[in-house]
């Protein structure tokens, strides 16, 4: 007798050892992503919350650092950050909420994929659910600050606030996953969340800030990218690392 599989009326079988192997995981984490992403794409509660407090920090901003007959771009930024990482708060306060109620999330650890596969997924899903609110505050940044942006300087923002944005993703969701029996989830989560993203955020302000200088210093600019690289890389490995622990206490 085997643990790996367990019998049915009809004589049918059903393999519950999870699957491990780079290519299953991956398919599994794709998974589990389309299917928060499905859920949220008929209840669009958390994209339209993310999105609107987004575009009202923005909105905000813009006028509290309006200086004569136009806004400060200096400050565009540090507005865009701050914009996404409270926007995207929201949403990680969330990604595991439909798993807590009736205790699903036992459900989802007992299913036969590997855990590093639910915490990609997950992560997936709220990495999905950022490029949404983004796609709504930056241009709402570059129209309420006036920033004049060329193709290419605006193609370079947007590949540093998506390096932001899976150094962001990644960290939030396993805090979301330690957090998901905590009765003040979402205050903890705040609490925790921010200290810990503040280089990703600190070095995205930088890399951001440089783009929109009048003359890009690209020496300066690789050496923040880099180190955007290199944070996603340690967060992503330590959190595959301790998601298991994390959730089966």
Known sequence: MTDSASPYSDGATVDRKPRHGPGTVLADAWTIAMKDVRVELRSKEILLTMGYFGFLVVFVFAFAFYRGDAPISAVSAGILWVAIAFAGTLGLGRIFEREREGDCIRALLLAPVARPAIYLGKALGVFAFMLGIE?????????????????????????????????????????????????????????????????VLIVGVKATGALLEPEVVWAELGVWLRLLVLFDIVFLVAGLWIFEPLVMD
Do not use: C, E, H, K
């Open 135 to 199: 796609a709504i505050v930056l241009p709402s940044v570059v129209f309420f600050f006036n920033l004049p942006l060329d193709p290419t300087r605006l193609a370079w923002i947007g590949a540093t606030v998506l390096l932001g944005t899976i150094g962001y993703t990644v960290v939030g969701t396993l805090l979301a996953a330690m957090l998901l029996r905590a009765r003040a989830q979402d205050v903890l989560l705040a609490v925790v969340f921010y200290p810990l993203i503040l280089p």
